[in-house]
Nanobody
Framework: QVQLVESGGGLVQAGGSLRLSCAASGSTFSINVIGWYRQAPGKQRELVATHTRGNSTRYADSVKGRFTISRDNAKNTVYLQMNSLKAEDTAVYYC??????????????WGQGTQVTVSS
């Protein structure tokens, strides 16, 4: 089992910055991919950025060049630095971890979400 707790959301003006944090606990050794998704009102949840165990990253086209995902293995925490925020970045941001163990097989874990609101 993996537990994820997000923090760092809030209200920011367009053009501003925020940094989200996701602290993982439990069987963190089993995490293969950890990342961020977001869901805006009336829209489906979408991938924002992911970070793999092998230090590969992936970004949605809409955030490339503005958002940066990073991972601190010593703290079991993943960050999302969001710069040049736009009104369309307004959403609930969720941390996600894809894990696998021999005993349990694959596991997909989600945090409770943190609201990011960008005012124009």
């Amino acid at each position: 089992q993996v537990q994820l707790v997000e923090s760092g959301g809030g209200l920011v003006q367009a053009g501003g910055s925020l940094r989200l944090s996701c602290a993982a606990s439990g069987s963190t050794f089993s995490i293969n991919v950890i990342g961020w998704y977001r869901q805006a009102p009336g829209k489906q949840r979408e991938l924002v950025a992911t970070h793999t165990r092998g230090n590969s990253t992936r970004y949605a086209d809409s955030v490339k060049g503005r958002f940066t995902i990073s991972r601190d293995n010593a703290k079991n925490t993943v960050y999302l630095q969001m710069n040049s925020l736009k009104a369309e970045d307004t959403a609930v941001y969720y941390c996600n971890a894809a894990a696998w163990t021999v005993l349990s097989g694959p596991g997909d874990y989600w945090g409770q979400g943190t609201q990011v609101t960008v005012s124009s």
